[in-house]
């Protein structure tokens, strides 16, 4: 699976075993308020892609939710 916006690119590849599902998701979140958020989240174990997709699907909106976001020396910490 490929994907690629200017500047991005992004690459994923399906594991050896047969019988199991990608395990991998990513994320690009481009606000526009002068930052980006970019997340790569790699999935392992039976239920690895499910924990993944998830990750993927909460931890951006908490970011861009969170009142701290743009505050950067409040930022370093969270990080």
């Known amino acids: 699976d490929g ?3 200017p500047g ?3 690459v994923s590849m399906k594991g050896q075993k047969a019988e199991s599902p990608n395990q991998d998701a990513w ?3 481009r606000p526009g308020n002068g930052f980006s958020v970019y997340g790569v989240f790699d999935g392992h174990g ?3 892609h499910d ?3 998830f ?3 909460i931890l951006p909106k908490t970011i861009l939710d969170d009142p701290r976001l743009g505050k950067s020396s409040q930022m370093v910490h969270v990080m």
């Open 8 to 10: 991005i690119q992004a």
């Open 51 to 53: 924990v993944s997709h």
């Open 27 to 29: 994320i690009v979140v």
């Open 46 to 48: 039976k239920a690895g």
């Open 3 to 5: 994907f690629a916006l």
């Open 55 to 57: 990750v993927k699907s």
